[in-house]
């Protein structure tokens, strides 16, 4: 057993269409916990970069010949338009859920990333594919940096469907897992299906998978396998089709993190 | 003393039997003599009735003598051509409903059970839902077999689409589409970043910029960079900027390929599932062509919406509603209009309330998200719908007075279908959007059921009633009483105490019951066909029955029935007969007087009537020969009571005037009549009253007189003979019956008597006479005890008779008014001759 104990769920944007939905879905998760809900809003500095430079006009996903503005005073008051939304929705979700609630409004993503990642913290990223972009976007600068922010981060797709399955992704069967059981457990529902994907080394043995360790924290898997490289684990996770895929961090190099998460269409909780 | 308007008959005109017709069936009868007590009243002799009681008689399959409505309704129900409904008419309580209850469930139980009708969802244009026929029954196993494939559907569609083979296709276009996207993007992406220019997302879209070490360039530091670099970034990115916009313009194609080519998928794997679930109604309906182009049509629908399925999809035992009621299935529900399953026959409907809406059905709403919402499933059937294929009964009065009932009949019956609309749009009130429900055809047999005066003022005035009710079924008022009828009448009443429950009535109870119906019908010839009247009276007497605590119903009872409803309804004719006992009410019943007769009027309050006298007076003076009626100059006079007072204008003119005009005038009153007088009954006693002012013969005031007289002198029948003669009989009764008391009737109305026994009584001891008279000559003689006398060959009227003294003072009048006209004529008095007036 770990010391896992959610205290705060943290929700991150940038300047994105879904701050609504987003900021419910974490307000739902702290009303499942019953812990207060921060809202953190990075205004990201490459805009006001982008802004002050005499070139580099927007492409409107809406309306493609449209060439809107884009000086540094129409970015500000974007910034601080959305701010202002983004604190009122997370306001109205949590005093609804009759939860506590704050809200921080950063420059930068470290700074951001010390205010958002605390112990006892689950940051959720909003990582859907955008309205009018279909299923592409641009990585926000949440999710460039989400494999190496360490803590507890759920990237939210959104595309979880009517599926049952959540998928765990785990190191070596014979490290300590305590910390994914409890983040697995807290983030499955009684019908779920638990399967447990193993990283094999070389020198491992299925002797040593974590069955007893599992059954202690609730969980019964009802498949175990063991995928030998980033493109067997990618491979299985398409196959068995999850609602979420709980990745533990350390367990795969930054690329194969990167690259799992690119190819993975559900949420996915990163495990740090 | 203020009196409600009265009827000298007491029988509005226009319904009143036609007299002559009357007078011609009646027996001939000894005029000038007072009748015998046995005519006065025609009882019912026990040996006329074959039983003990009642329960010995079978029950009546029908009415008694209404044959002739029979007849027409049997015609209207037999011709199915359009516009031979029906209208049946005649008094209240006649018992029209039940007759035409029994004449229509026997001519239902043999006609075609008529067939299903349903409203569906007309997938093309959902504001005109479609109708459908279906054979008897078989509506609602089609409305079950849609909720089934409902059911159905919202489980196997969700499980089709959950499927690993669905799952993995789906998988291939999204992955195909993603990928179309990440490879544009992407290679945009890579060759931006080859340049060193990144792509950001902004509020306002996708925007390129420089970079340096993954952050966008700050601003000063691309102003220091070498004009040249500048230049290059630029060029960079304005190349880059039109091929970003170029992919962001295919976007939306990309979208909308991807939503085609994910509906072809649907439609794939919802295909086999839809076409299986339906193989069941498609066999089940195979024969109806219509059904199974319906279910194609449903089909379609499904497979262009197989979405919404898994959309709507419910675990079970949550409790949402069932999959039929959900918004987006319920255009697959049917809505059985009319459902004739295990009927059989042809359907009766009686609506209580034809109102428009329910007649022709109505278009309820319901709210959702705070607005009106209606759809084919909530069209709700009417009175027409029930009906069809069979018969509608309506209350005439009901339907006129119903909101827009008539109009709507009307208009449902040219057009042979039944369109369901609501008021609003209609009268063009309401301007939103609403349905247009597929008309249905309509065939239907419509009996409306009314008073004559209604039936009659429709023939008049809307010239469509006659094109739509081209059966007119008359109920009788009164049926003949002859033995058979009798018979058949006591049948009637013993069918009526049996459904009503009530104690069987005994053979001398039954005899009263038709005694009182002679009584109601006002000839004693004849029976009334108002059972409802009758019924209420065997109620009555059961009760008396039920407090004594007997089994029977005895004559007894039915005359203390009699008595206490008659003494119910009396509380104004014992005002009057009160007033006239105070001499409040002046009536000389004793003694002579000129000039002045008891004439005898009929008032009717609330169903029931009652006779009183009245005093008339008459004045006569110089004139130029008119009658001046009193009441028509006040106003208080009705047509037919001038025209009465016209005639004898007329009678004096042939009698009198022959020879030169009438040189005198005379004014008539009804004394103390402070309300309005109609009919002419009054008109022979007015003659009296005339005729003794000008011959100044005093008439016997014990004598009270009504008829109406022609203008030869000739004296007619009347109505309501048996109430006056009854209401002059109280008046001399109360003030102790003198000698000589009675009341001259028109001979014609002898054949009506249906005295009440008191007075058959009185009369029979000699203290009252109903006398009949012909002519006026025979009332006058009677009346003043002066022979009336007839003329010689040169028209000279013999001397002392009454005649002879008229003749002599319109002489005389004509003498003075000339001798008035003459100058200087008023100083030379001429010497007066004997029986002459001054």
Same mark, same amino acid.
């Given at each position: ?110 700074? /951001? =990333?010390?205010? #958002?990642?605390?112990?006892?913290? +689950?940051?959720? @990223?909003?990582? !859907?594919?955008? &309205?009018?972009?279909? *299923? ?90 063991? /995928? =030998?490289?980033? #493109?067997?684990?990618?491979?299985? +996770?398409?196959? @068995?089709?999850? !609602?979420?895929? &709980?990745?533990?961090? *350390? ?22 | ?838």
């Amino acid at each position: 057993m770990s010391d896992f104990d959610i205290r705060r769920v943290v929700i991150a944007c940038d300047v994105q269409d879904e701050i609504e939905t987003a900021v419910r879905e974490a307000a739902a998760l702290a009303a499942r916990w019953g812990v207060p809900v921060h809202g953190v809003f990075l205004q990201n500095e490459n805009l006001r970069r982008l802004a002050e430079l005499p070139f580099g006009r927007p492409v409107s996903l809406s309306s493609p010949g449209a060439t809107p503005d884009f000086g540094t005073g129409e970015l500000e008051a974007l910034f601080s338009a959305f701010g202002a939304e983004m604190r009122r929705v997370l306001a109205e979700a949590a005093e609804a859920a009759g939860l506590d609630w704050s809200f921080a409004e950063l420059r930068d993503v470290p700074s /951001a =990333a010390a205010d #958002a990642l605390g112990a006892g913290d +689950i940051l959720v @990223l909003e990582a !859907r594919a955008g &309205v009018h972009a279909g *299923a592409w976007h641009p990585r926000s600068p949440w999710e460039s940096v989400a494999h190496d922010l360490g803590g507890m981060v759920l990237l939210r797709r959104g595309e979880a469907g009517g599926r049952r399955r959540v998928v765990l992704v785990l190191g070596a069967a014979s490290g300590d897992h305590a910390r994914s059981f409890d983040a697995t457990r807290a983030l499955t529902q009684a019908r779920d299906e638990i399967a447990l994907i193993t990283i094999a080394a070389p020198e491992a043995s299925t002797d040593a998978a974590p069955e007893p360790a599992l059954t202690a924290a609730g969980i019964r898997p009802t498949t175990i396998e063991q /995928a =030998a490289g980033i #493109a067997e684990i990618t491979a299985r +996770i398409a196959t @068995l089709d999850p !609602r979420l895929v &709980v990745i533990e961090t *350390a367990a795969l190099s930054s690329e194969a993190l990167q690259a799992l998460i690119a190819k993975t269409r559900c949420d996915v909780l990163l495990v740090g | 003393m203020a009196v409600p308007p009265m009827s000298n008959d007491g029988v509005p005109s226009q319904l009143k039997p036609p007299i002559s017709g009357d007078a011609a069936a009646a027996t001939p009868v000894a005029t000038g003599v007072p009748l015998a007590a046995a005519s006065l009243r025609r009882g019912c002799a026990l040996d006329e009735l074959a039983f003990a009681t009642t329960e010995e008689l079978a029950d009546l399959p029908q009415l008694v003598g209404q044959e002739r409505a029979v007849e027409a309704i049997r015609a209207g129900l037999g011709i199915r051509h359009r516009g031979f409904n029906v209208f049946a008419f005649g008094p209240p309580g006649a018992g029209k409903r039940t007759l035409i209850q029994q004449l229509l469930q026997a001519e239902a139980a043999t006609a075609p059970t008529p067939p299903d009708w349903c409203y569906v969802n007309n997938f093309a244009d959902p504001h005109r839902p479609r109708r459908l026929l279906l054979p008897t029954g078989r509506a609602s196993t089609l409305r079950e077999a849609m909720q089934h494939l409902v059911a159905e559907l919202g489980l196997a569609l969700p499980a089709a689409f959950e499927r690993e083979d669905y799952r993995t296709r789906r998988e291939v276009i999204d992955q195909q589409f993603k990928r179309r996207q990440e490879e544009a993007f992407g290679a945009l992406q890579h060759k931006a970043e080859q340049k060193s220019i990144g792509l950001l997302r902004t509020p306002m879209g996708l925007a390129l910029a420089p970079l340096r070490n993954g952050e966008v360039i700050p601003p000063d530091l691309f102003q220091r960079l070498p004009g040249e670099e500048r230049e290059r970034i630029k060029s960079d990115l304005e190349v880059l900027q039109n091929e970003l916009e170029t992919i962001v313009r295919k976007v939306p194609d990309w979208e909308r390929e991807h939503r085609d080519a994910v509906r072809r998928l649907n439609r794939d794997t919802s295909s086999g599932v839809v076409k299986h679930l339906l193989e069941t109604p498609r066999a089940a309906f195979a024969d109806l062509a219509e059904i199974v182009a319906y279910l194609g049509e449903v089909e379609h629908d499904i497979l262009e919406h197989a979405e919404e399925f898994i959309a709507e999809r419910r675990e079970p035992g949550d409790g949402e509603a069932p999959p039929t009621e959900m918004p987006a299935f319920r255009r697959y529900q049917v809505n059985v209009l009319v459902d004739n399953r295990g009927r059989q026959g042809a359907p009766i409907v009686y609506e209580d309330n034809p109102t428009h809406q329910n007649l022709v059905g109505r278009i309820e709403h319901i709210a959702r998200f705070g607005a009106l919402m209606t759809d084919f499933n909530l069209i709700v059937p009417g009175a027409f719908h029930r009906a069809n294929g069979g018969y509608l009964v309506l209350d005439a009065q009901r339907l006129l007075t119903a909101n827009f009932g008539w109009d709507t009949l009307k208009r449902v019956l040219r057009a042979g279908e039944i369109r369901t609309v609501s008021l609003e749009q209609l009268l063009s009130l309401a301007s939103t959007v609403s349905l247009d429900p597929e008309p249905i055809p309509l065939s239907v047999k419509v009996v409306l059921i009314g008073p004559p005066r209604l039936y009659y003022l429709l023939a008049e005035l809307d010239p469509d009633f006659p094109e739509l009710f081209k059966i007119a079924a008359d109920f009788d008022d009164r049926i003949d009483r002859s033995a058979e009828a009798m018979g058949l009448y006591a049948r009637l009443i013993a069918t009526g105490a049996r459904r009503e429950r009530l104690r069987p009535l005994d053979r001398a109870a039954v005899a009263r019951v038709i005694e009182e119906a002679a009584r109601m019908s006002g000839d004693a010839a004849k029976l009334t066909a108002e059972i409802r009247g009758i019924m209420d009276l065997l109620q009555e007497a059961d009760h008396l029955v039920e407090q004594a605590g007997r089994s029977v119903i005895g004559s007894a009872d039915v005359e203390a029935a009699v008595a206490a409803r008659r003494r119910r309804a009396d509380r104004i004719y014992r005002r009057f007969q009160e007033e006239i006992g105070r001499d409040t009410l002046h009536i000389e019943t004793t003694g002579e007087r000129v000039g002045q007769v008891n004439g005898l009027s009929v008032i009717t309050l609330g169903g029931a009537s009652f006779g009183h006298p009245s005093r008339i007076t008459a004045q006569t003076r110089l004139g130029k020969g008119e009658v001046i009626d009193i009441e028509r100059e006040v106003a208080l006079g009705g047509p037919i009571h001038s025209k009465g007072v016209l005639i004898l204008s007329g009678f004096l003119g042939g009698r009198f005037g022959r020879t030169g005009p009438l040189s005198l005038s005379a004014s008539l009153v009804f004394e103390q009549s402070y309300g309005g007088v109609e009919g002419d009954s009054a008109s022979a006693a007015e003659l009296f009253a005339l005729l003794s002012a000008l011959a100044d013969a005093p008439i016997r005031q014990c004598l009270a007189v009504t008829g109406s007289v022609d203008q030869h002198g000739r004296i007619q029948a009347i109505g309501g003979v048996n109430e006056k003669i009854e209401g002059f009989f109280d008046v001399c009764r109360a003030r102790g019956l003198a000698e000589g008391q009675g009341v001259l009737i028109p001979a014609a109305n002898v054949q009506h008597l249906m005295l009440r026994q008191d007075v058959v009584e009185a009369a029979a001891a000699g203290r009252f006479s109903v006398t009949p008279i012909e002519t006026i000559d025979q009332g006058i003689e009677l009346l003043t005890g002066v022979a009336a006398g007839a003329p010689d060959a040169t028209g000279v009227y013999p001397e002392g008779t009454l005649n002879q003294r008229v003749a002599v003072r319109l002489s005389a009048s004509a003498r003075r008014i000339a001798a008035l006209a003459t100058p200087g004529a008023e100083r030379r008095p001429r010497r007066r001759r004997q029986g002459e007036d001054e």
